[in-house]
């Protein structure tokens, strides 16, 4: 792509959205009370991002003046790297792009580092344009343009900043309220065993940057920035976690704290004075989440990850962030969605999601905002299993008072993976989407109109995503299941339906039962048009032996049973039967088991896709 280009809008209305999903639903299995909620608005940003363009830190967005500001990573010509783009989307919808120059005038390239070398992007107050991207470990990488709003003047800066001998990584950005930018970002000296965390400000009236302070500082210890954010009064909020040195995926010690440039100070959540370098053990009016049951850092420790900053007016109203409950043999049990507010005297933690409760899992990111009477999270279901993953957005909203209810935003897709929010001047929250897998990126405006917190259970979201699939709903999820025989307990017939392809969720039949049956009873008639049976053991010592070798797929009709396939001589882990019938039940009728020495059926799942 050329440095400057001006890109034709890609944008779909919230029905031409649901049309284009993967996965249609029924309309009596919508969550939400559309009446009572304000339309979102998705757009799809018309270029191509690089499968590099995934972090959970980053702050990839900004809007000023009415425009608003995408930063990405985009596909270089060389496999494994990516350069840099900014596109912005003016008020009339208009978008135009810019790619970051190396020193030819082309588009500079970086190598991909996925959760490391993405863009964190702040407009300062003459909305000039200020880019951090890729780096870890690296001295600075960062860019600043020329001509306010243009995406297309940014130029290589780096030597402006302080603190030029040291490593950098997860930029983290914020505009303050006089029109200042600030980055936080973790500085390496390796050689100290320490990692630390620094902040600094660039100021509109000398165009000079300079190191605000270091916020915290730890032998053996990394900082890791999650958020900044600028209230009413101008202090600027601060979030981090602390992980073991050098570095780990799962963090801990989630931590707080507020520096009012007014009169250069740090507080804690109650007001009171901080003295910077903070250490990783400043205290419970710093840490929101502590080490819970006496745990310290461990490989099996629970975990904080991603971290998301909501601040209102002058105060703070919480902090969401993902919580990795404890391990349990050697599987971790998945993230919980968690929030943290202060009640006055201690920091209240809550359960917004718990994993163990739903067979979907969370990915890598979080977003929250706040404005009148509610407070918005949001994050991305995943649910893997037999259908491949598939990602949903969601939104998990209350007013002051009440449960979280939650609803959906977009379609389900394949390959989504980040997201970033933020709440605009007009209230309205503005978020960055994005599905590197399959190189998409999208802009969400969520208007805050209607009743807070209208919605309906997690469980709506997450049955609706484990039903999708390319080419319809399956039917079958969670359906009643009867079965011939069974194994063992943690074997029966119900785990064949439960949407989950591993060995711990397979119904098996018993040894001995020849001709061993399992049948499916669906909530009423559909129209089918396929079939899907996985079967099999995937530890299996000669693949393709496990598997249903020989079996009828039958479906009960309005005329009675009839065959809708014979399959015979199996030895593929999954069989896609093509169907046209009505039916509300399916039946597999085995004759050969398996071509194990062990001859019981094993079936990890049963899909009834219906069209209809």
Known sequence: MKRGTVLRPVILSAVALLAAALAPLPAAAAPTDVAAVAEPSVEQVPVTVDSSNQSGWWRPLDSFAGTDYFAYNAPASTAGRHEVHIAARAEDGTWRDGCLPDVSGACVTYVDDVGHNQPSIVLDGEGIIHAFVSMHGDGWRYYRGTRPGDVTSLTEASATLPDSGLGFTYPVTARGKDGSAYVMVRAHRDAAAVRDGRLYRFDTATHAWSRVAVIGSGTNHSFYPDDLQVDAAGRVHVLWEW??????????????????????????????????????????????????????????????????????????????????????????????????????????????????????????????????????????????????????????????????????????????????????????????????ATGSLWRATVPRGGE??????????????????????????????????????????????????????????????????????LAREYPISEIRVHSGYSKSPVPGTDVLRDFAVEAHTASGWQRVAAVTGNTAGTVRVPASVTADQVRLSISDPSGNTIDVARVYEIEVVSRG
């Not at 379609?411 to 590197?436: E, F, H, I, M």
């Open 452 to 521: 807070p917190g209208a919605g309906g259970p997690f469980s709506d979201i997450a049955d609706r995503l484990l039903a999708s699939g390319v080419g319809g709903v399956n039917v079958a999820l969670n359906a009643s299941v009867t079965v011939s025989s069974v194994l063992r307990a943690g074997t029966e017939g119900a785990k064949a339906v439960d949407g989950l392809c591993s060995d711990d969720s397979r119904w098996i039949s018993a040894e001995g039962d020849t001709a061993p049956t399992i049948t499916v009873s």
């Open 243 to 436: 992980g073991p040195w050098p570095a780990t995926t799962h963090r801990h010690l989630g931590s707080y704290a507020v520096f009012d440039p007014a009169d250069g100070s740090w507080r804690d959540v109650t007001g009171a004075a901080l003295t910077v370098p903070l250490a990783p053990g400043a205290g419970n009016t710093v840490v929101y989440q502590p080490y819970e049951d006496g745990e310290t850092i461990t490989s099996t420790s629970r975990a904080v990850q991603t971290a998301k900053l909501a601040v209102y007016g002058d105060q703070l109203a919480g902090i969401a962030y993902r919580y990795l409950t404890a391990r349990s043999g050697s599987t971790f049990a998945g993230f919980d969605v968690r929030y943290a507010t202060w009640d006055g005297a201690a920091w209240k933690r809550e359960t917004v999601v718990a994993r163990a409760d739903h067979a979907v899992d969370n990915s890598a990111t979080i977003g929250v905002t706040r404005a009148g009477a509610s407070t918005r999270i949001y994050f991305v279901a995943e649910a893997g299993g037999c259908g491949g993953v598939r990602s949903q957005v969601v939104r998990a909203e209350r007013p002051d008072t009440g449960p979280w209810a939650f609803s959906a935003l977009g379609d389900v897709r394949q390959g989504l993976q980040r997201l970033r929010a933020q709440r605009s001047v007009n209230g309205t929250d503005l978020l960055y989407v994005t599905a590197p």
